[in-house]
């Protein structure tokens, strides 16, 4: 199991948080929460990497801040 908290850029609205969700639900994550400019995965790094993740919130249409 791992949690991971990313930062994403460029989200400004519930429209937004809609969008990742959507793309976010598509995965097999254990839980998930998105809020404006962020979201909290826990997923089992066996059924998924967090390169999914971050590709899931790119076709959602923002980026994944690197820090």
Not at 47 to 67: F, N, S
Request: charged share 30%; with cysteine.
């Amino acid at each position: 199991m791992a949690e991971k908290i990313l930062t994403i850029e460029n989200m400004s609205c519930h429209h937004c948080v809609m969008a990742v969700q959507k793309e976010l639900g598509k995965l097999p994550l254990n839980s998930f929460s998105v809020e404006i400019g962020s979201a909290k995965v826990n997923y089992d790094e066996l059924k998924t990497t967090l390169e999914e993740i971050e590709k899931a919130v790119e076709e959602a249409g923002y980026k994944v801040r690197k820090d």
